[in-house]
């Protein structure tokens, strides 16, 4: 749907309703923060908005009959915290590159929280402390944002930041000003002071691209609503770990060292209990033929000591592990190709997969229920075989 593109601000307050002429075409794809009624009602969310050349193409989740006039509602909530985030990556970047010559390359305007891309294989702490305190500095100075347009032919777009204007642009240049800080070229929506961004918060750097770094930052309400969800978990944690926020961090560090030492212990137990089950295995008058074993706890560890203290060279020994009613592990020992043979028909049975070599096969089972079907298919083959007396 064709339009001009929005002025410096929001063009209309939360509830504001704006006749236009449709003219649609349907796609999926980012929101736009615009909502388009036919007649008033019957709402069509904007999905995605795209330049073309000088005019915007909206696209809508419904489609809209062709010369149909509607009415244009601003979904001012995301409107407003796209402005701020949008405004504040501006200053971020004009503030970094004054301060330490750091270049914007790129920026994402994310969900929960946004990343500018900055031409540096690194950003030091001291870097980004700085860069906070001085954008934060001049919100609180309420320097204005203006918005001018300029023939693309005027000496002054040479001036003013940007990375050159697409082979399809048409019409004036846009630049936006903060004043004395940073002129730059944007299409976007943005506040018209920066006292309306709040506070700007860095949440600090990542590794970016080949010899980038992506720094990752909050305005505005986005900050707020940061500090919420950070407290609610506060609140969560200080409940589940009885003790105050300030001491979380040593209580989860002595917790952890626990859980580890539990683990520790727990693998040996289990270990030194495969031993003892592969010898009684052994030495249980019946061996032979086929050997079948099931417990609910242990891992490929604890089957795979089995098997090796076993030695299973002319029995088939399967052995599974886990819930009886649900997934599980199993293992297959025996004469290499009885083995290669039967691995996958036992998988199969279990609907699992699995995978072997050397007269052993093992993998994940998700129906650890029909072990028994499993079991029956290895006797039936060992009888043919004359594997069993």
């Not at 990556?89 to 994310?110: M, P």
């Amino acid at each position: 749907m064709p339009g001009s593109f929005p002025p410096l601000w929001s063009p209309a307050a939360p509830r504001s309703c704006r006749p236009w002429r449709a003219r649609t075409r349907r796609r999926r794809g980012a929101g736009s923060g615009w909502c388009w009624r036919t007649r008033c009602s019957f709402p069509r969310a904007v999905a995605r908005v795209t330049r073309r050349g000088a005019e915007a193409d909206h696209f809508t989740e419904m489609p809209l009959a062709p010369g149909s006039q509607v009415c244009v509602r601003v979904d001012w909530e995301r409107r407003f915290d796209h402005m701020q985030q949008h405004s504040g990556q501006h200053l971020i970047t004009a503030v970094a590159e004054q301060l330490f010559g750091l270049k914007t390359t790129s920026w994402e305007l994310g969900r929960l929280r946004s990343a500018i891309e900055l031409d540096s294989p690194s950003v030091t702490a001291e870097q980004v402390a700085a860069i906070e305190q001085s954008v934060n500095e001049k919100i609180r100075a309420r320097l204005m944002v203006s918005v001018r347009e300029l023939s693309p032919d005027n000496p002054e777009v040479e001036q003013v930041r940007g990375r050159g204007l697409p082979d399809d642009h048409a019409g004036p240049v846009r630049v936006v000003t903060i004043e004395g800080v940073d002129a730059s070229m944007c299409c976007g929506t943005h506040v018209s002071n920066l006292s309306d961004l709040q506070i700007i918060k860095i949440l600090g750097t990542e590794k970016g691209k080949k010899n980038k770094t992506n720094l990752l930052f909050l305005a505005g309400q986005r900050v707020l609503k940061w500090v919420e969800r950070s407290h609610e978990s506060e609140k969560a944690l200080t409940s589940l770990l009885k003790c105050g926020a300030e001491d979380h961090v040593q209580v989860v560090t002595k917790l952890q060292s626990s859980v580890k030492l539990l683990q520790k212990n727990n693998l040996n137990l289990l270990r030194d209990l495969a031993v003892h089950v592969a010898r009684s295995l052994r030495a249980d008058p019946d061996w032979g033929g086929v050997v079948a074993l099931h417990r609910k706890d242990g891992d490929s560890e604890f089957m795979n000591i089995i098997a090796n203290e076993v030695g299973a060279e002319d029995t088939l020994l399967f052995l599974t592990v886990g819930d009886e009613k649900g997934a599980g592990l199993f293992l297959l020992a025996g004469p290499p190709e009885t083995v290669e043979t039967l691995g996958p028909r036992v998988a199969e049975v279990l609907e699992g997969k699995g995978a072997g070599k050397k007269g052993r096969y093992q993998g994940k089972a998700a129906k650890m229920g029909r072990r028994m079907e499993a079991q029956a298919l290895l006797q039936k083959h060992a009888r043919l075989r004359g594997l069993e007396g």
